[in-house]
């Protein structure tokens, strides 16, 4: 909430936190003299889901236009929410989506610092979760919207790699992957009988045999990317993208001095949590890393569709805001590592950002309210900032 009145200057009174409890996973607050919640076990199953539906229907009538944005709900309640009701209410769950926006953005300007080839990339995902699959199935949709890849084509560049190996159709657990996972299970050579001494025994090994371009890491292992691993990285890559999104920072899976010292400074990085600049001499100068802050995304999502009163948030909006904040840094800034504008422009960020959203929730009839919509881009820019909220 305060990321929203902050970033995007929303009115306080606009927002409506709320907060449905974890008990059932920490027995000791249920016993504890000053918990204000229910003293009771969460609901679960079908009842789980019909109390949540029940609050979704109750504020829709209460504020049609309402938009919900889901945040750290588990996995296996994440993913079913989103699916739920993503097509009929304007809804947004930041740690898959908010996550994927920012790390595709990422992504783009970083084959904006290396002259890469979206086409040519292939992602390793330390981790499975959220985050993760958040991550490819957006690397998905834009490899099959802007360069016309089938599913398959698209689905071969994104592997993940979770607690038990890589995620492939042949693994002994492969029957009992979460669903989020079964559309990253793959046939690797090493899966066909006979051959299962040389499956990758562990990360390193993995980053061996798969050849990535790009290592993403969201499963809070601090220290799995190992100056092996990155080394290994900057061999295969002129360029080799490095992004440890484990927050908080005491969970990283490198830091950025690390990276920066075991790919020779070639390394194009960004962390889920802030890592300090790295003076590279009066020669050289300052390198940045950049930090894939959700905070640019979600309080412009949230704000553009409730000033056009948006039927639903599908991932094609989500594309239009990586793109447009990826190409927003000049060459130099990419060259010194800022992926990403400064946090400092966050407001003349979001600006742009909410403006060119809207203009594309227009162009797709997603707007509920059209009469906001006959606008030039830059009068979008001007009727956004007369929006804001000033305290």
């Not at 409506?16 to 607050?29: D, G, I, M, R």
């Not at 699916?83 to 904006?112: E, H, K, S, V």
């Not at 990339?121 to 499975?128: C, D, P, V």
């Not at 090994?205 to 809070?220: D, W």
Request: some cysteine; aromatic content about 10%.
């Amino acid at each position: 909430m305060i990321s929203r009145v902050v970033n995007t200057h929303v009115h306080p009174i606009c927002m409506l936190p709320w907060s449905t409890t974890s008990t059932y996973q920490f027995q000791a607050l249920l016993k504890d003299e000053k918990y204000k919640g229910v003293r009771q076990r969460r609901l679960q199953g079908e009842a789980y889901s019909s109390y949540i539906d029940e609050f979704i229907q109750a504020i829709k009538a209460w504020s049609p236009h309402i938009f919900v944005q889901f945040e750290d709900f588990a996995n296996h309640n994440a993913f079913v929410l989103l699916n739920r009701y993503r097509d009929d209410t304007p809804c947004f769950n930041d740690d898959i989506q908010g996550t994927a926006t920012i790390g595709l953005a990422g992504i783009l300007a970083g084959m904006r610092r290396s002259g890469g080839d979206l086409t040519k990339q292939k992602f390793l995902f330390f981790g499975a979760g959220e985050a993760a699959t958040g991550i490819a199935e957006l690397i998905i949709m834009a490899l099959k919207t802007w360069y016309n890849l089938s599913d398959e084509e698209a689905r071969s560049r994104c592997i993940l790699y979770d607690s038990k190996g890589l995620v492939s159709k042949r693994r002994k657990d492969a029957g009992g992957l979460q669903p989020h996972k079964l559309g990253f299970a793959h046939d690797f050579p090493w899966d066909a009988d006979g051959k299962e001494d040389e499956s990758p025994k562990n990360l390193l090994e993995a980053v061996r045999k798969i050849k990535p371009t790009a290592l993403i890491g969201s499963a809070t292992r601090p220290g799995a990317f190992t100056k092996e691993i990155i080394e290994e990285m900057a061999k295969l890559n002129a360029f080799p993208i490095i992004f440890p999104l484990s927050n908080p920072t005491s969970k990283a899976e490198c830091t950025f001095e690390d990276a920066l010292r075991w790919s020779s400074r070639r390394v194009v990085f960004a962390s889920g949590s802030p890592f300090e600049h790295v003076d590279l001499g009066p020669a050289t100068g300052k390198a940045y890393a950049a930090q894939a802050n959700n905070a640019y995304i979600f309080p412009a999502v949230g704000h553009a569709a409730v000033i056009t009163k948006a039927k639903s948030i599908p991932d094609e909006l989500l594309l239009e805001v990586a793109k447009k904040l990826a190409d927003m840094q000049s060459p130099s800034d990419l060259e010194s590592g800022r992926l990403f504008p400064p946090f400092t422009y966050i407001r003349e960020v979001s600006i742009k950002l909410i403006a060119h959203m809207c203009r594309r929730i227009c162009e797709l009839g997603l707007a509920q309210d059209t009469t906001v919509c006959d606008k030039s881009p830059s009068e979008w820019e001007q009727f956004v900032s007369g929006l804001m909220y000033t305290a």
